[in-house]
Nanobody, 125 residues
Framework: QVQLVESGGGLVQAGGSLRLSCAAS????????MGWFRQAPGKERDFVAA????????YYADSVKGRFTISRDNAKNTVYLQMNSLKPEDTAVYYC??????????????????WGKGTLVTVSS
């Protein structure tokens, strides 16, 4: 079973950038569709971005399109989320997600098989 560990969260000013990483254990990482979700205080967990097993296709929530980029390196068992032009409304705990199903448009939380524990991103105004 794959386990996921996120890193790279922190405090950044509005307009700044962060890159989140999600390292997966195990030998089956390339079999999973990967994604990122986020949950702001008092709100539901929302889809952010997803990427297919090969990395050939990606899909984004409208709120982050053009600012965030998801990528993966199957040789390193890692998926990334590059976040640029950050806004205070991007403040949330960001969760890495893995799914056997190949749906990415969008990836749904009910379809996620494995969750990471999350990393906090705080964007100050």
């Amino acid at each position: 079973q794959v386990q996921l560990v996120e890193s790279g969260g922190g405090l950044v000013q509005a307009g700044g950038s962060l890159r989140l990483s999600c390292a997966a254990s195990g030998r089956t990482f390339s079999r999973y569709t990967m994604g990122w979700f986020r949950q702001a205080p008092g709100k539901e967990r929302d889809f952010v971005a997803a990427i297919t097993r090969s990395g050939g296709l990606t899909y984004y929530a409208d709120s982050v399109k053009g600012r965030f980029t998801i990528s993966r390196d199957n040789a390193k068992n890692t998926v990334y989320l590059q976040m640029n032009s950050l806004k205070p409304e991007d403040t949330a705990v960001y969760y890495c997600a893995a799914a056997i199903a190949d749906r990415i448009a969008p990836m749904t939380s009910t379809g996620v098989d494995i969750w990471g524990k999350g990393t906090l991103v705080t964007v100050s105004s």
